[in-house]
DNA sequence: CCCTAGAAACCGACCGGTCGGTATGTCCCT
DNA sequence: AGGGACATACCGACCGGTCGGTTTCTAGGG
């Protein structure tokens, strides 16, 4: 006998095939038929597990965002030196993102497609993981660890604007490996930080 | 008597219709019907200038690209050094940015909703853009004038990472002018690509 | 300067089809 | 025998696009 599921497999290839085609066709231009279809399940299987269509939306965000905000929290609760902990949450995020490649386009796409309740809890997650960042990067510039080149505001904007966008571009098959990509960025953000040509 | 419009006033107000419904409500959340209400002309006179909503959108795309490449060819047929026409491209960038927050917005989440012989104009464009700007770093790290610490293709795509990402959060009445945050956005690339750190 | 005739600009009722969502039925496990 | 897990049939609203018709503009002959 198997273990007792959390979730069924028929939620599981609900949500994946309604990702895949979110992530190809947009929220408004994929219709429950489709995804019923691509899912293998009937129209009435999926308004048994699902409250509506917007709440297919709401459950790909949230598991997105709870696994980035894990990863933040472990990482940055290691305690790690400032340039090794950057180092260490862009490997973190390029995982991730070509991993959840069609979950990050529909989050970066489609958010604004979110009822207005459900947002509100979505956009609340954000900002605790843009205010972690933020409050890391402000308090490594204090210690001298960063530059103030670009406010820790700005920077962080601009790190979050760099990694949403990669969905754009990357491809599985491409010439560069996800490490090769975290090792650019990596070396990008901390030329940019570095201390050093402040002080020339 | 006026000028002879080159473009009449109702294709205009269509236009204009268009791309701040798009990106309020996404291409195919917005109907032909909202269109034509808010820009306070009938159906008729929409399909009169348009051959379908499709057109709509490669007509704001296309004239946002125009004018993007039109200013990148200006500025670097200036023959500024590598680091002030760096300065003076994210200037503009951050100009028409936050001038035309809207389009670049559609830009951004509804590119792939272009039918295929339309997406393939706009790529090409596109595709001159990146190019150009590519190799123009290409020749800045050459002479040295630019460090290589990350490739000058994925220093180019990480600009427009950055840049694409800003009407996600740009704010006319935020805190910060365009050109304050082109300030920032500059200092901060040019400190990544500061050749002084390779040579430590 | 006026008249006319064709072209361009514009109107809005209408169409076939699709949409998200619901109501109700059936099966099977406990 | 009762309830969770689905299946099926169906609804009214709305969609993008069309089309025959009307108004407005404009060029040129008298």
Redesign the interface.
């Known amino acids: 006998m198997v273990e007792h599921a959390r979730v069924s497999a028929v939620e599981t290839r609900i949500l994946a095939a309604a990702v895949r085609l979110f992530a ?6 994929t219709s429950v038929q489709e995804i019923v279809e691509e899912a293998e399940v009937t129209k009435g299987a999926l308004y048994h597990y699902f409250d509506s269509k917007n709440d297919l939306l709401f459950e790909i965000y949230h598991s997105l965002l709870s696994r980035q905000l894990a990863d933040l929290d472990r990482i940055l609760g290691e305690g790690l030196p400032p340039r090794e902990a950057v180092q260490a949450l862009i490997a973190e995020l390029l995982d991730t993102t070509t991993e959840c490649i069609d979950e990050v386009k529909v989050y ?3 958010m ?2 979110l009822d207005q309740a459900r947002m509100h809890a979505i956009k609340a997650d954000r900002r605790r993981y843009h205010v972690t960042f933020r409050e890391f990067v402000e308090s490594a510039q204090r210690a001298g660890d960063f ?1 103030t ?3 820790a505001e ?2 962080t ?2 790190l ?7 969905p ?2 990357y491809r599985p098959q491409g010439p560069k490996a996800p490490s090769e ?1 975290a090792a ?2 990596s ?3 901390l ?4 201390p ?2 402040q002080l ?1």
Chains 1, 2 share one sequence.
């Open positions: 190809e066709q947009g929220f408004d231009g970066v796409r489609e604004h497609k530059s080149v670009a406010s700005t920077v904007l601009l979050f604007g760099m990694i949403n966008d990669i754009q571009w990509i650019e960025v070396a990008f953000l030329a940019a930080l570095d050093a040509l020339r």
